[in-house]
């Protein structure tokens, strides 16, 4: 009887250890510790930037033998639906992007595991990043994400446009008074020609023009609406000036008919501010890619550009959580931002490792989003950004239509963000 | 003709092409009623069923089986569900809470609801103004002596059959406020067109008029059908009686067909109030200039604001108890033009 | 019918011939109307982005461009999407063509206790307006895990209240002799339905396949919801996101729509006919 019992547990543990071993491993410490396998799922959602996260898995699977890495990709339209959905039902990738706007929700719900920052454990090293992109995924107390690559806004310029318009291309020391006023010049209503592209974007335009402005988003407690602010006004306002009093801009209406990028590229607007990654898009389109160039933004009361970008996290239901950290820190150290760097979509995170990304493209100044990071501004974010961020471009739509005045759209905004912000402390905490 | 729906069976949109099942909302008894055998009498119905066996029976529940089970589950119980839902709040990420009737207080009180459900209110109403165009059409069809009407039919039909996403994609070109051949065309003729479907004041027009696009060939067809079901020999009569053209029209084809067109105007509007898709991509709501389209809020239906609450928003319980309110209002309004039908319509 | 009921009154009244030209006028003009935005996609499908954007316009493009079809295809599998579509089409079509004849004739011919029960829950679901479904059948094929694949987009779309009512009423207005005969015979009701009724339920049967079919084709919300990547989803979820990736190069947009629809309008084509008399006829019996 007894020793039946014994046998049984033998035979039991036994069983339990050859399924661990079969299955991989249960945990990744052990996994590290005696080198065996295990399977690794990635989440990533640019499709131009796949064969660089492969080639770093491939990097990765070289390294730790017996290790496997799925890189999955679900286009960007459907990846937060799908994602939600995956982790509602506990089937999230092990290892997965992130970014600014959906990373509160993820963090406060307890989706993501806490990565050590410092320690023998230590993930990420915080001096290894921009300030303000590291801060971006920290929540309460925590760090959630190691960062993968960076954006920062920079102003693109049509030189044939400037030439024939007679006005020097912007150097980076242009004040706003000096962005408008060449922006009239370049104007050429006969031709069909802008002078600048004013979208209601957020990190290309407004979000870079407040901070210039000296105004805010959101509070630092993450508790309330800024768009009161005269200052934050102030900002919207240069946006809404260009195209209504200066009129220097196509109009909303124009820009929702043909997308700005189109009308910058097809020479009908000269000049557009963007993101670094849209960098690729115009060095592609051959037609252009020898006529447009890139500068330092224009300064309001201050100099500003937002910073935004991605970083890998990981699922708080993967099965394998140390290997997956171990997935991470490989990702966001050098090795692999030197990679990502070469094939040239997205500015590595990791200081010191951006040098490929500029010399991808020679004939454009790309320095200048790297000299960008000294002025950044952090992207503002809170718990569910989403629900304010429509808010935010619902109401802002109105007033750069001239729909509604920009002061009382302002208001109405921050009116629905402050209920909304209110909302979320409620369900929140 | 009895009243008819394209009804459905499946996660159908409501967009408003014949030859997609969605839902609908017709009063299901009255169609029955009004479709049934032709031609047969109640007595010759129970001599022929006392001929059936006992054993057919289980025949009878083993060949419904198959379609009773999967409506049942995809369909039947669905409905049970969405209702429930609407009484409940979702969490992101699962975890749902029964919150009463909070959902419709907020309903209640939302301003966006309002201005979508107005907006589907307006394309609805406009959308019906084809059915006068498609009638012209069929009468005009229906000529004696005309040729080339097949032509005609297979043109018209054209839209009908294009898929709505497309539809949306081509007419977004069109209607393009800088270089849309809509503009250039009217520039030609001196008039300044406008962006619109980027400008509040012209959206919605400028999507019904895509929805009359899409339906007249199939409106035409129908009445077209209706038209040619009534008796050549009346118009002799009437023309013997000294009736003119005219007063053809308005004292025989009219009151014959108004059947007809009573079944179109219900199917119509049962469509048109669950229009998504054609809308959903010609406002763009799935690109980036979509979200600050500034005609956005006067262009949103009703249930694109359901898919947005449901599936982007993830306020699944808000969404349900807006489809909920939607199911109402259609009832409701094929409910009246029943009721109404009775002052108008006339069954031969 | 419609030809040869009009050709019977030109015969009668030759006469009133000249007399047609207003009539040809207005319908031609709907005409060109109608299939105007069509041809304008066609024409814009072949030209540059920056000559599709000229003033004035070009009616003719001056190169055919051919590249804005490799760049549909470069910006989305649409040759995955199209089989997609098709096998969505063809499975869900099948499905209720059986399906649906097979419990109408139940109910058109077989008595049965709790048969009138029944087929009120059967028009039940008919009078439902499809969103009404939409969250529980996503939450059902969650459970499933069938999100991202091919039987999602077909199987809730197999079953059909409107096909079962639709071939009903057909299966009602044939004559019954014939079944009688066989049942006389000792064919077993499914015997009869399979061998006798069904091919006398042709016309209704071709209806509601083609109502199906224009359906499946067309459908956007529900695969935009099940489906999301891009190898299993249908050709329409396709051409938005071709929409979403090219914004507004119109050009390379026409050309995804064409493809998109082209299938459907060659069908229209070769059977017009069968389409046009199909849709008449679920609007008299439905």
């Not at chain 2, 014949?18 to 169609?31: D, H, L, Y």
């Not at chain 2, 129970?46 to 059936?52: D, G």
């Not at chain 2, 002596?145 to 007419?171: D, E, K, S």
């Amino acid at each position: 009887m007894r020793r039946r019992t014994l046998l049984t547990a033998a035979a039991s543990a036994l069983t339990a250890a050859t399924g661990a071993l079969a299955t991989g491993c249960d945990s990744g410490a052990s996994a590290r510790a005696s080198g065996r396998g295990g399977r690794l799922t990635y989440g990533v959602w640019d499709v131009y930037q796949l064969p660089a996260m492969r080639k770093a898995a491939r990097e990765f699977e070289r390294t730790h033998p017996g290790v496997t890495v799925e890189v999955q990709l679900t286009p960007n339209g459907t990846y937060w639906t799908k994602l939600r959905t995956a982790c509602t039902s506990g089937t999230a990738p092990d290892v997965f992007w992130m970014n600014g706007p959906n990373f509160g929700l993820y963090a406060d719900s307890g989706q993501l595991l806490p990565l050590a920052t410092d320690g023998p454990d230590a993930v990420v090293e915080p001096s290894a990043y921009p300030p303000d992109l590291f801060s971006l995924y920290h929540w309460k107390g925590r760090q959630y994400g190691a960062p993968k690559d960076f954006d920062t806004v920079a102003l693109w310029f049509n030189k044939k446009l400037f030439e024939r318009a007679g006005v020097d291309p912007p150097d980076g020391t242009w004040s706003w008074e000096e962005l408008i006023e060449n922006a009239r010049r370049l104007t050429d209503r006969r031709r069909g020609i802008h002078g600048i592209a004013a979208p209601v974007w957020a990190q290309e335009n407004y979000y870079d023009s407040i901070a210039q402005a000296g105004g805010w988003v959101i509070s630092k407690d993450r508790k309330r609406s800024g768009y009161s602010d005269p200052r934050t006004i102030e900002g919207l306002r240069l946006w809404v000036d260009l195209i209504h009093r200066h009129r220097a801009s196509p109009t909303l209406q124009q820009l929702t008919d043909t997308d700005p990028r189109q009308l910058f590229q097809s020479g009908r607007v000269a000049m557009m501010q963007a993101c670094s990654y849209d960098a690729a898009t115009f060095w592609e389109d051959r037609g252009i890619r020898d006529q447009v160039d890139v500068a330092p933004l224009a300064h309001g009361r201050h100099r500003a550009s937002i910073i935004h970008g991605l970083a890998n996290v990981v699922y708080a239901r993967t099965p394998h959580p140390e290997l997956a950290r171990e997935f991470v820190r490989f990702l966001s150290g050098r090795k692999a931002s030197l990679i990502q760097g070469r094939y040239g979509s997205a500015i590595p995170a990791r200081n010191g490792t951006q040098e490929p990304w500029t010399q991808a493209k020679p004939s454009f100044n790309l320095q200048v989003y790297l000299d960008a990071v000294k002025d950044a501004q952090a992207y503002p974010i809170s718990a569910n950004t989403a629900a304010w961020s429509h808010k935010e471009q619902q109401w802002l739509a109105r007033a750069w239509s001239g729909h509604e005045d920009l002061t009382d759209a302002a208001h109405s905004l921050t009116r629905a963000m402050d209920q909304l912000l209110a909302q979320e402390g409620k369900s929140g905490s | 003709m009895s009243s008819d729906v394209t009804a459905d069976a499946a996660p159908g949109t409501g967009a408003p092409a014949p030859g997609r099942p969605s839902g609908t909302g017709v009063p299901a008894g009255a169609a029955a009623a009004a479709t049934a055998p032709g031609g047969l009498d109640p007595a010759a119905l129970r001599r022929r069923e006392r001929r059936f066996r006992y054993r057919d029976k289980w025949w009878g529940y083993a060949l419904i089986a198959p379609a009773g089970l999967g409506l049942a589950v995809f369909y039947l119980w669905p409905v049970v569900q969405t209702l429930y839902y609407s009484f409940t709040e979702w969490g992101a990420f699962g975890g749902t809470e029964w919150i009463g009737l909070t959902n419709y207080r907020t309903l209640v009180g939302d301003p966006e609801f309002w201005q979508a459900l107005g907006n589907t209110v307006v394309y609805t109403a406009l959308v019906l103004l084809g059915i006068p165009l498609a009638m012209v059409l069929a009468v005009l069809l229906n000529v004696k002596g005309m040729r080339g009407t097949g032509i005609y039919r297979t043109l018209y039909f054209l839209p009908v059959v294009t898929m709505p996403a497309a539809v949306a994609v081509v007419w977004r070109w069109l209607y393009n406020g800088d270089v849309g051949i809509l503009n250039q065309a009217l520039s030609a003729i001196g008039i300044d067109g406008t962006f619109w479907v980027s400008d509040p004041t012209t959206v919605r027009f400028a999507i019904a008029a895509i929805g009359v696009w899409m339906t007249v060939g199939y409106n035409m067809i129908l009445l077209l059908a209706g038209l040619q079901g009534i008796p050549q020999d009346y118009y002799e009569a009437a023309s013997l009686d000294g009736a003119g053209r005219v007063r053809q029209f308005f004292s025989l084809t009219l009151p014959l067909l108004s059947p007809t067109l009573f079944f179109t105007t219900v199917l119509s509007v049962i469509q048109s109030l669950q229009v998504f898709d054609l809308v959903y991509l010609i406002l763009g709501a799935n690109t980036q200039a979509g979200l600050t389209n500034p005609a956005y809020a006067e262009g949103q239906t009703v249930v694109m604001l359901f898919f947005q609450k449901s599936f982007f928003d993830n306020q699944r319980g808000y969404g349900a108890a807006i489809v909920c309110v939607l199911f109402v209002l259609i009832m409701a309004l094929t409910a009246i033009q029943f009721r109404l039908q009775k002052r108008w319509v006339h069954y031969g | 019918m419609a030809e040869t009921a009009g050709a019977a009154r030109t015969a009668r009244r030759p006469r009133r011939e000249g007399r047609l030209w207003p009539a040809h006028l207005v319908l031609s003009l709907g005409a060109v109307v109608t299939v105007f935005p069509l041809l304008w996609e066609l024409l814009t499908s072949f030209k540059t982005f920056g000559e599709s954007t000229r003033v004035p316009p070009t009616i003719w493009p001056e190169q055919w461009e051919w590249s804005n079809y490799a760049k549909v295809f470069s910006a989305v599998p649409f040759d995955q999407q199209f089989l997609n579509t098709l096998l969505m089409t063809v499975a869900r079509t099948g499905a209720q063509l059986v399906l649906c004849s097979m419990a109408a004739y139940a109910f058109a011919r077989i008595r049965f206790p709790g048969r009138g029960p029944l087929f009120l829950a059967f028009l039940a679901v008919l009078m439902v307006p499809g969103e009404l479904f939409l969250l529980p059948q996503y939450q059902i094929m969650q459970n499933l895990g069938w999100l991202d694949s091919l039987q999602a987009l077909v199987v809730p779309g197999m079953f059909s209240a409107f096909g079962t009512f639709l071939l009903r009423q057909f299966f009602l207005g044939l004559p019954e002799e014939l079944e009688e005969a066989a049942r006389l015979d000792g064919a077993n009701p499914f015997t009869v339905y399979w061998r006798i009724a069904l091919p006398l339920a042709r016309p209704g049967l071709l209806a509601l396949g083609i109502l199906t079919f224009l359906w499946s084709w067309n459908d956007l919300m529900w695969p935009l919801v099940v489906n999301t990547d891009p190898e299993k989803v249908p050709l329409s979820v396709g051409l938005a996101s071709l929409q979403g990736a090219h914004l507004t190069e119109y050009p390379v947009l026409m050309a995804g729509a064409l493809l998109a629809t082209l299938p459907v309008i060659v069908v229209f084509m070769l059977m017009q006919r069968h389409f046009i008399q199909g849709i008449a006829f679920s609007g008299m019996k439905g």
